[in-house]
């Protein structure tokens, strides 16, 4: 598998979108410390953890010369900024990266994310609970 540094826009996303729905939910607050943070200090985190799984994969030991800014990107909803959590995640998931506790809480997170797309859509509210 190949590794690469995701865009600046896309960990602007994924950081802004965790960040904001972490903290207006207490349950969120209290189960992910790691995410329960600022989006543009989660923004940082996001990029350094990016980049030791990139730096890892090709065997590299390079310190980090510049972490670029967060910018907030207007005009995205759920699904687009799931899908940059996904692309990023997919990013980290090996040579370390996904041994870290930012990685397992960004999972969980993910997993979260996606059931609450999935419970809101009209198809999922009219499906039976169960079938005879």
Request: aromatic share 12%; charged share 25%.
């Given at each position: 598998?190949s590794?690469f540094?995701?865009s600046?826009?896309?960990?602007?996303?994924?950081a802004?979108?965790?960040?904001?729905e972490?903290?207006?939910?207490g349950?969120l607050?209290?189960?992910?410390?790691?995410?329960?943070?600022?989006?543009?200090?989660?923004?940082?985190?996001?990029?350094v953890?990016n980049y030791q799984?990139?730096?890892n994969?090709?065997?590299?030991k390079?310190?980090?010369?510049n972490?670029?800014?967060f910018?907030?990107?207007?005009?995205y909803?759920?699904?687009?900024?799931?899908k940059?959590?996904k692309?990023?995640h997919?990013?980290?998931?090996?040579?370390?990266?996904?041994?870290?506790?930012l990685?397992?809480?960004?999972?969980?997170?993910?997993s979260i994310?996606?059931?609450?797309i999935?419970?809101?859509?009209k198809?999922?509210k009219?499906?039976?609970?169960?079938?005879?």
């Amino acid at each position: 598998m190949s590794s690469f540094m995701v865009s600046e826009k896309t960990l602007s996303v994924a950081a802004d979108y965790i960040s904001s729905e972490v903290s207006k939910d207490g349950w969120l607050k209290r189960n992910f410390p790691l995410l329960n943070r600022a989006a543009k200090d989660l923004f940082k985190d996001l990029f350094v953890l990016n980049y030791q799984a990139v730096d890892n994969r090709y065997n590299g030991k390079s310190e980090i010369d510049n972490i670029p800014s967060f910018n907030l990107m207007p005009h995205y909803n759920q699904i687009i900024a799931y899908k940059q959590m996904k692309c990023l995640h997919y990013q980290c998931s090996e040579y370390g990266a996904a041994d870290t506790d930012l990685y397992k809480e960004l999972s969980k997170f993910i997993s979260i994310t996606a059931e609450r797309i999935v419970s809101s859509l009209k198809e999922y509210k009219l499906a039976p609970w169960g079938v005879n």
